[in-house]
Every structure is written in C-alpha cells, then in structure tokens.
C-alpha cells in the first residue's frame, strides 16, 4: 500500500555481500552527474563497513540490511532497481518499478541448465529476469546464454541492453591518482609488479568446493617471486584466509575488484568472468588452469582452452615459471590472440557503457536489441503443470504429450515446485525431460494477507465459496502469486495436466491475459476420488467456472464426471 518512492535507487550485488560490479560502477557514475542531484541512493548490504566511508557520509545515500524490514520496504518502493544476481524468491515487481538486471560478466562457466553439478539451480534467476524491465548484457554470447540457459527466451518482455558494462568504464576510466592510491595500499609503488590473484568459485551455490591447503601452496609459490600480491576470492576463502599468514594478501572489502584490475599489473585467474575485464584493460593474463577437465566435465564450460585469452599454467611449477617469464621479458605474450578474443567479446567496451545506459534505463529512451524475438514472431505458448512428477501413469502420459508436441510451432513450458521433487525417482524425471522444454519454478509459501489466507483456508477446510467477496479475494491472492512467479511472461494456453491441487488449479487460473485458454485435466473418476480418496475435492470443482474447457483422457471418463459432477457444482 505504500506509494513508490520517485527518484530512489536500490543498488544490490551479489546478495549484498559487497558494494560493487556493474550496480556500483552505475551508482559512482551517477552520483554526483547533473540530473541526479535529488536521487536517493539505498543499498543492500549485509555490512554497512562494505561501501567506502565517503560514500557513507553522503546525505543522499541510505544503507540497509538484506533481509530487513527496512530493506523489504524498499524493495516494494523504490522506483529503480539495480541488481547483478537476483532478489529473493517473494519479491514481485510493481507497475511503475523499473528493475534492471545487470548481471556479473561474460560466461565462461556453464550457467542455468547447463551447470552439471546443482539441481535447479536457474529458479529464482530466472524468475527475476522475467521480473526485468531492462537485462544489461556485454557481447552476443552473454545475451544468448542468459536468455537461453535460464530458460526465459521468447518469455522475456523487456528491453535486451546489449551495450557493454560500466564496471568495465570504471576500470577503463580510472585516473592515474586513484590507480596510484590503490597501488599503495598493497605496497606497490611505481617500479613494484602488483599481481592480482584471482581464482573462480569452486563447488555449487552454498557449498564451496575449498581446498585451502592447495591455494596456500599457491600462494607461497607466488611469494617467492619478486613482486606484490592480492588476493581476491570466494568470501568463504577470503574469511579462512583473513586471520592467518595471508592475511595482508587479502583485498579490503571496500575495494571492488575492477578497481584492483585497473591498478594491478598483472592478472592470474582462471574460468572467471573479470578474464573479459582485464582483457579489454590489455592486461597480461595468466590463466591457472590445473583442473581444467574436471571443471569442464563437473561444471561446464563454454570455451575450450585454446579459446581462452592469456598465457595458461597447468601446474603450480607451469604458474611460478610462466609469471617469473613474463615478469623478465624472456617470454613472448600472445598479444595477438587477445586482441581476436577482445573483438569477440568485448565489442561494446569502449568506456562509455554508462552513457548508452542512462538515456535507455532512466530516461525511458533506446532501442529494444534485436536480441529479443519481437511478439508477432513468437510461437503460440504453452505452460503445462504435471504435479510433482511422482512416477505414475499421469507423469508418464505428460511427458508423452509434450514429446508429441512438435517444438518448431509450439513453445513448451513445464511449472514446476521444486521442494517437491525430493525423491530420487522425481529428479531422475525432471533430468529426463527434454531440453527444448523450458522449466519454470514456483517458490513458495504463497505471499498471502490474513484475509486470503482465511478464506483460501475456508476454501481448502470447508469445500466451498463462502461468499462472492471471498472468492474476489482468493482471486485477488492468486493474480498476486501468478505475477510473483512469472513476471511479465504470457501464455497463449495453460494447462494443468495434473489435476488434482487446489493451490495450482487456482494459481494457474490466474495465469495469462484475456486471450489465454486454460484447460484442466480429468484423469480418473473425479467422484469416485472425491468419496474414497480425496475428500477435499470439491474445494478444486468450485475452480473450474476459470477454465475453458475440462478434459478427460477417455469418452467414458467425461461421460462419467459429467454425469456425477456437472448439476452439482454448476458447470453446465
């Protein structure tokens, strides 16, 4: 019920856990820009010590801790939102919010459907880009996978900005005095090498792969080279790190890592996205790449080594030896080879990514990219729920039926709620699934107020409408949980296949527009159910004055349900 806050920015990176990439290059590019004297500057931190003290003292900046009250409130007000990851699960975008999605680099591993060692890992990702008024991108490749890999091609209706990355203008932009400050942090002065050493994550989202006695020999190795050292890495490394012998290796908390790469001299990663970064800064790349087969086969990748900018190492000796040969001369740099690798990826960074971006994303200017299919070539669109993909006939004859539908003419999508497929069986279905078939989460519980939630509760106890202002307000509930689930997404048909859930007969009763059909499925005797099985069925007849049509999966089935269900709960 609170109005939205006009001319207010909520900045977020990486769950809050730093002040940095692309949301902070926009809001230092914008901060003290003519225009934006009066914006309001919130950002969502999980320490307020993360943005630099300067920042903090800003009368026009406010910091809030995810997750709060404060910052909920925020979320539901602000008038811009600014993000390189993702909100949690009950955010839903107002009418009026703009929400731009500016996500974290160019892929080198594999992302959404592609990643090989997580279960669903796209879900609330890809519900947020479907949340997006704007999705930045650097290069044709990032806009392909994200769109593809996390399932919202042809879905998305926003603006697709493929026009480069401000985190890369800052880097690109920094003045010799800031890059000299940076310098001295660390020690380094103008004769000294700083190299930043900057390995990727490892293991899945909330369980890091960390084998810390390995890096510390890493580390070790490369301090006995003549030369200064950061380290920037997974903040569970960074944490183990930061009380022991490594701990002035460290990069402070409140120095985003553009920064270093801007003031550092040499660059050592490995499948991480600031790869792109530093190739546009025309760095000496070292790429570490001792795993690089298990990666590729464990994780995924998109390139192939000899695809890779930089020099590469494939053991610790190979790392000490290639960095000492290129700290002396004595080795060649392939500068030839970045430069064809530069073309490709970073065709967009030329330091002015922000100028494109401020007339499109706040200033309601700009083209639509071409990357985004227009609406008249869309394929008619339909969203199917199966249930939990318990291994019984109805999940088979499901997939039988999206299999018969030829996915040339038709774009296919599953819903489905991922804390159901629990059981060894269910994943083994949900991997089986084919791949042009896009899967779409629900992620509960429901976001209900009291009042839905009584008379949904009265629905589901009691088995019937209490009133017509009560079914106004599970109406109401339900266009809430629709719009919270898929966004701006619209469907030509929904359909649930299932049949038998009183909670997604009603959410997916609300899914779509004026010219969406529904169907819903009969699979059985629904009578017969009712008296034996499932008492609370009736509370599920009362949802069928929302669908178009009900469809039983034999003559026999109709005739039967018709016959038993038809005068009682009015669906003649």
Known sequence: ???????????????????????????????????????????????????????????????????????????????????????????????????????????????????????????????????????????????????????????????ILEIGYPRIDRSLCMGDEERRQIRERFGAGPSDRLVLFAPTFRGTVGAPTLDLAELE???????????????????????????????????????????????????????SSLVVDALVLKKKLLLYVLDFEAYHSERGLYFELDELPGEKARTRDELVATLRGLLEGNLRYDEARDDRIREQLAPHEDGASVERLIPSFFHAEGERSSEASPTNERRPSILFYGGTLFPHGITAALVNLIERIDPERFDIALLLEPSALSTPERRARFDALPKHVRLLAFQGPAIAKPNQRAAFD???????????????????????????????????????????????????????????????????DMFGEWNTKYPSLPALFHEYRHYDAIVSVSRSTRDMNFERLAKRFDLE
């Open 458 to 524: 009265h629905l589901r106890l009691e088995r019937r409408l209490e009133s017509a202002d009560a079914a106004a307000v599970i109406e109401r509930l339900f266009q809430n949980e629709a719009r919270r689930t898929l966004g701006d997404a619209q469907f030509d048909y929904v359909i649930d296949y299932d049949g038998y859930s009183l909670f997604f007969a009603s959410l997916l009763a609300q899914v779509g527009h004026e010219r969406t059909r529904r169907l819903i499925y009969q699979h059985n």
């Open 217 to 271: 020999r890493d580390l070790n190795a490369l301090l006995a080279l003549p030369i200064r050292l950061v380290f920037r890495g997974h903040y569970f490394v960074e944490n183990a790190f930061r009380s022991g012998q490594f701990s002035d290796l460290i990069a402070p908390d409140d120095l985003d890592t553009n920064a270093l790469l801007a003031a550092a001299d040499f660059i050592i990663s490995d499948y």
């Open 1 to 159: 019920h609170h109005p939205l806050r006009k001319r207010t920015i909520l900045y977020e990176s990486f769950h809050g856990r730093s002040a940095s990439c692309n949301p902070y290059a926009i809001f230092l590019a914008i901060v003290d820009r003519p225009g934006f004297e009066d914006f309001t500057h919130i950002f969502s931190l999980n320490d307020a010590s993360l943005l630099p003290a300067a920042h903090r003292r800003r009368k026009n900046v406010i910091i809030l801790r995810r997750e709060s009250p404060a910052f909920r409130e925020a979320l539901a007000t602000a008038e811009y939102l600014i993000n390189n990851t993702s909100f949690p699960p009950y955010f839903s975008r107002r009418d009026g919010q703009k929400y731009l999605n500016t996500w974290h680099g160019t892929p080198f591993k594999a992302l959404g459907r592609d990643e090989r060692n997580d279960f669903f890992p796209w879900r609330n990702i890809a519900r947020n880009f479907l949340h997006t008024t704007h999705l930045l991108s650097s290069n044709p490749h990032t806009t392909r996978v994200l769109l593809e890999q996390f399932q919202v091609r042809d879905l998305y209706r926003g603006k």
